[in-house]
């Protein structure tokens, strides 16, 4: 079964996608055909926006569902004239937020004047995850707010970049290596500051086919290769008492959200 | 005035805050102060969270604003006897949702089962935008999706991050350098790819305040080279005919899914 979905925003369109995607999710047995319409503010652009969702529903003998995040009333109203199924985010809870609070919503699109200070420190934690990605740097890690360790193509580097851009979260990664595992012990720059130290897990199937994406028919890839250093890396951190999470089936939002959870880490923005 | 919010989820949270935040810009005379839980996805933990949320209402003497995306009707019950003024996501969304497709939801927490491929797409547009970071290489651009261009601290890096991140883009950035901009030329390495080159713009003011917060008072951040500069990559957009975007008052967000809409680049996931 086939339904389109459109996500109308008069800004990026991400919220509204956001949504759509978890209340998809509840659907699973649906294939949904997703299209995104953002920065549709202006009547012209509605009117666009209209034409594109009629022409599906007349293609595909269906209503397309709408999930739209548009403030402007007016634009909104066009978008209700479609032959669609809407689902209007402000509609449904601004009213009744407004009502709550007892103040009258802006009405006007996110213009989120971007903030000085957060933009700040967002952009300098995406560059201190870049520094100091892969073990390339050591000597930051005494303003590091995390660092994050595992073996290689553990899920390190994506998690350390989620949890700087998302919250500004100072977040350096280290790879332990053969050498480091063989003797089953940390570097010493890791060594001092055991405190800021989470481990990642995965288990050695879903590593192997990582690292045969990488590097097909390698050592490196192989199962036994995988395996030898997940034990000896979960000796690590049992032995050196560091937190550590198994990532095999989470997404990068999940492992990151799961380390802040488990280690008490302090967001910086969000 | 102060309101606390709590976004409450069974997952990441994520999507509650998303949405959350839209809705509170509507509010920006409302200083909210924000709480997540993440992961309340037993009765034990609904029932902490209500503590929670009644220990801030009797606190603060208003209720707190509940905004929640939980997929267990049981535990949404338990949230909904919280002492706080409750936006149920899903309750609100998914049986119109119902009705409209004539399907049953699965009612079972968005356990998205990692899809590999997307996974894969992810991380290889992750690595490749740190590879391709700052002009370091220039031989994987036959591979690139995108090449971001501008002068140096206009935003490049994280916004080809955040398009590897959100969309599976693979995007390289190579700042212009003074070099580059006093023979108002492309180096080489552009040229033969000039379809791929989009250019960042930023006005002077912002680029000033920027270079500064990172080397105060250098020529490199002086009102006066930071106009030079930009001046002479105006000339050398306009010459070359690179499509370009004013980030200067744009969040991350807002400047990659302008980006994606400007120059019709496809999405690879999402």
Redesign the interface.
Known sequence: ?N?SVFFISD?????A???G???L??????TFEQVTL??VDTPERAHAAVRKINEVAAENGN?P?IID?I?DKDIRRIIANANG?M?D??E???G???Q??G?K???TV?K???D?LA??T??DA??FA?DN?DGARTRQYDSADIILIGVSRS?K??TC??LA??FGIRAANYPLTEDDLDGENLPKSLKEHRNKLFGLMIDAERLT??RN?RKANSRYASAQQCQQEIRAIEGIYIKEKIPFLDVS??????I???II?VSGLKRRI?
Chains 1, 2 share one sequence.
């Open positions: 079964m339904r800004g990026t369109g991400i919220t996608e956001t949504l995607h978890s209340l999710t509840q659907f699973g047995c649906v953002p920065y209503k569902i995040t403030v199924c689902f985010v402000f449904t809870f601004v009744k937020l407004e709550e609070l103040v919503p802006a009405n996110g989120h004047t971007v000085t933009y700040k967002r952009i995406v560059h870049l990605d899920g580097t994506p970049i989620y851009m998302q086919a990582i994406e089936e989470m997404s990068v939002e999940e990151a959200t799961r959870q969000g």
